[in-house]
């Protein structure tokens, strides 16, 4: 069974990095897509970035600017980086697996709260 | 505002069926068989329910179906069963620009 624990700080300041790694269990790393994505409290879902197994990434035009997706495959974990942080940068971040078009693994979920 | 269009909230009774769209446009929706639902119970993570338009995972009854008509999806929910009450989202390619873009959310309530 492939399960997705998010990790990291619960609570950033602004104009900080907001860092946060996802370690995968059950299953190898290779071949796959592995997101980001987060949801602000109280709203809807916002893709922040994919990297796949080889390290090639993608990330949302939005946030491109601000991001960074890596990944250690030795490690079974990728790890997301987002600069210069707002308190709009308060969300529930989740890592998951890509499954063709959508994500069928998905972590728990980890909150970010951003603030002085 | 969300790239995808999504009813705020659809309701319906034990048993009846129920349908959320999601409006997007060609350069989304319309333009490749890239869509996916998610259904989401409150302090959960997502759970898949429909990828490329009409797939099924492992383990999601056949009650949930998803189709396309143009630059709209739609994801119908027949039976309906208390615990399909929850919040639902739909999702897109969106070209090699814009990867994923997602609706804003439906509401549905189970009557």
């Known amino acids: 069974q492939v399960q997705l624990q998010e990790s990291g700080p619960g609570l950033v300041k602004p104009s900080e990095t907001l860092s946060l790694t996802c370690t995968v269990s059950?299953?190898?790393?290779?071949?796959?897509?592995w997101s980001w994505i987060r949801q602000p409290p109280g709203k809807g879902l916002e893709w922040i970035g994919y990297?796949?197994?080889?390290?090639?990434?993608n990330y949302n035009p939005s946030l491109k600017s601000r991001v960074t997706i890596s990944i250690d495959t030795s490690k079974n974990q990728f790890s997301l980086k987002l600069s210069s942080v707002t308190a709009a940068d308060t969300a529930m971040y989740y890592c998951?697996?890509?499954?063709?078009?959508?994500?069928?693994?998905w972590g728990q979920g980890a909150l970010v709260t951003v603030s002085s | 505002q969300s790239a995808l269009t999504q009813p705020r909230s659809v309701s319906g009774s034990p048993g009846q069926s129920v349908t959320i769209s999601c409006t997007g446009t060609?350069?989304?929706?319309?333009?490749?068989?890239?869509v996916s639902w998610y259904q989401q119970h409150p302090g959960k993570a997502p759970k898949l329910m429909i990828y490329?338009?009409?797939k099924r995972p492992s383990g999601v009854p056949d009650r949930f179906s998803g189709s396309e008509s143009g630059n709209t999806a739609s994801l119908t929910i027949s039976g309906l069963q208390a615990e399909d009450e929850a919040d639902y989202y739909c999702?897109?390619?969106?070209?090699?620009?814009?990867?994923?873009?997602f609706g804003g959310g439906t509401k549905l309530t189970v009557l």
């Open positions: 998951a697996r890509h499954l063709n078009s959508g994500w069928y693994y």
């Open positions: 059950g299953d190898s790393m290779t071949n796959y897509y």
């Open positions: 990297i796949y197994y080889s390290g090639t990434t």
């Open positions: 060609s350069s989304d929706v319309g333009g490749y068989n890239y």
């Open positions: 490329d338009v009409t």
């Open positions: 999702c897109s390619y969106g070209g090699s620009y814009n990867f994923r873009v």
